[in-house]
T-cell receptor, first 112, second 116 residues
Framework: NAGVTQTPKFQVLKTGQSMTLQCAQD?????MSWYRQDPGMGLRLIHY???????DQGEVPNGYNVSRSTTEDFPLRLLSAAPSQTSVYFC???????????FGPGTRLTVL | AQSVTQLGSHVSVSEGALVLLRCNYS??????LFWYVQYPNQGLQLLLK??????LVKGINGFEAEFKKSETSFHLTKPSAHMSDAAEYFC??????????????FGTGTRLTIIP
């Protein structure tokens, strides 16, 4: 298994641009989620999904959209990037009913 | 609601000395508790987890943690620090639930520095 994969690893955007961070897992995990990591703030949950077609907001959802059309993929969309969205983004997944969350390698995003 | 407090954003210990990273949690229901480690420019890796079985949990790389309900703590320890232990450590809490939507809440992290 490849586990949880994320692309790209690095990205630089200008304010107002849009982009999609990709996340995929090949473990047939029902639950997928996106976190952002900022210095001194730990990881904060942006959005999560408990299965295909089901998504919900986390702690810091503003400025981000998600969709879950397949079990494998959970993309995160920034519609109009802002400097406050400069961060490291982690995707994570787990089996339904299991507490063990597995993380991808992260995407470092800079918004100028 | 659930939360995690990690005492000390930076901890320095000498190589060979005891490592103690502190974590206190708040949860209205029985929790799952985790320690994750993040090496520079990498993702998060699970060190160990408490899921309501034994209160003393052993993890990878010689780390262990003890769940103390009376103190609402889950401190991480290692008897003898190694240079390779230098990293950032995150404590996290989740609820025990059958609904599948349990959220993992992280502490703010503790950066561990090992002094040669």
């Amino acid at each position: 298994n490849a586990g949880v994969t994320q692309t790209p690893k690095f990205q630089v955007l200008k304010t107002g641009q849009s982009m999609t961070l990709q996340c995929a897992q090949d473990m047939n995990h029902e639950y997928m989620s996106w976190y952002r990591q900022d210095p001194g703030m730990g990881l904060r949950l942006i959005h999560y999904s408990v299965g295909a077609g089901i998504t919900d907001q986390g702690e810091v959802p503003n400025g981000y959209n998600v969709s879950r059309s397949t079990t494998e993929d959970f993309p995160l969309r920034l519609l109009s990037a802002a400097p406050s969205q400069t961060s490291v983004y982690f995707c994570a997944s787990r089996r339904g009913g299991s507490p063990l969350l597995l993380f991808g390698p992260g995407t470092r995003l800079t918004v100028l | 609601a659930q939360s995690v407090t990690q005492l000390g954003s930076h901890v320095s210990v000498s190589e060979g000395a005891l490592v103690l990273l502190r974590c206190n949690y708040s949860s209205s229901v029985p929790p799952y508790l985790f320690w994750y480690v993040q090496y520079p420019n990498q993702g998060l890796q699970l060190l160990l987890k408490y899921t309501s079985a034994a209160t003393l949990v052993k993890g990878i790389n010689g780390f262990e943690a003890e769940f103390k309900k009376s103190e609402t703590s889950f401190h991480l320890t290692k008897p003898s620090a190694h240079m390779s232990d230098a990293a950032e450590y995150f404590c996290a809490v989740s609820r025990i639930s059958n609904f599948g939507n349990e959220k993992l809440t992280f502490g703010t992290g503790t950066r561990l520095t090992i002094i040669p």
